[in-house]
């Protein structure tokens, strides 16, 4: 099977750097910073494939690296060094040169790539939604990024995905401020959802919500992964969360990938020192 998405070499350095970046940092030196020129490495070489209808885990301490890599492969942030390409075949995506490494692009093609094939559900609400603006609106608003124009079609297309996502149809035009934290993330799934994303990534979704609160939207992302089978990756420290979502994930300490394979076997027989701790430690 070809992948949907594939990542090569993936670094993001903060910091001048030096020749001795690589060599005296990450998970073999127990460190992401470089002791010479103190730079940091928040991720680096990370690689790895992602599949048609897959949901990959990421899964790590904080400052591991996890988020980092979501943040890059949706465009928030440069990286140093890199390679990553995604499959752009249709639903309006913009047309790309088979094998483009989608980090040479210029600004505005990686925003029409994004908006065509990408979505994303942040850990805070607020860096994905815009309070002031109304739920229906912050769909709407994607919507219009992707190029849609007609008012009445963006509505019905809002109205169906709060109610698939669980949000009260009659709060549409309210305002997501005055949501609780488990509606707003809701709203957000579903704004990820308008375009008929090619990848969707969810970084650290449930982290500040109340138990009850996070097991309904685990469960209700849960199955919407299995009706629309979007190839989804999702970060967490939570190795619950990784055991009920995904079928396949990696583990990332200071800013390296230490382990990989199903999650089950990551769970289960985990061979690395670091995912033996991670794993002991929720026991």
Same mark, same amino acid.
């Given at each position: ?51 048609? $209808? ?39 995506? *913009?047309?790309?040169? *088979? ?50 124009? #007609? ?8 109205? $169906? ?14 305002? *997501? ?18 375009? #008929? *994303? ?38 967490? #420290? ?15 300490? #200071? ?5 990989? $394979? ?22």
């Amino acid at each position: 099977m070809t992948p949907i998405l594939q990542v090569r070499n993936l670094t993001k350095r903060y910091g001048p750097g030096c020749a001795r970046c690589l060599e005296s940092t990450g998970a073999r030196r127990e460190t992401n910073q470089c002791p010479r020129c103190r730079s940091i490495l928040a991720c680096r070489e990370v690689a790895f494939e992602l599949y048609p $209808g897959e949901v990959l885990g990421i899964v790590g301490e904080s400052g591991s690296g996890k988020s980092t890599v979501v943040r890059l492969l949706h465009f928030d942030f440069e990286p140093t060094t890199g390679e990553f390409f995604l499959s752009l075949n249709g639903n309006g995506a *913009p047309k790309i040169d *088979p094998g483009q490494n989608l980090f040479g692009l210029s600004a505005f093609h990686r925003r029409q790539v994004r908006n065509a094939r990408m979505g994303i559900v942040y850990q805070n609400a607020r860096m994905g939604l815009r309070m002031k603006v109304s739920a229906g609106g912050n769909i709407a608003e994607r919507l219009l990024m992707a190029g849609w124009r #007609h008012v009445g079609r963006m509505r019905e297309r809002a109205s $169906g995905l709060l109610e698939q996502t669980e949000v009260p149809v009659e709060r549409m035009d309210e305002l *997501p401020r005055n949501f609780s934290g488990g509606m707003q993330q809701r709203v957000q799934i579903a704004k990820a959802l308008s375009t #008929h *994303p090619a990848v969707l990534l969810l970084d650290e979704v449930t982290t500040g919500l109340d138990v009850s609160v996070q097991a309904r939207v685990l469960d209700l992302i849960r199955g919407l992964q299995q009706d629309l089978g979007v190839a989804t990756i999702v970060v967490s #420290h939570d190795l619950g969360v990784i055991r009920l979502l995904t079928s396949r994930t990696i583990v990332m300490r #200071h800013g390296c990938i230490v382990e990989e $394979g199903l999650s089950d076997q990551i769970l289960e027989d985990p061979q690395h020192p670091y995912t033996q701790l991670l794993v002991n430690s929720t026991l």
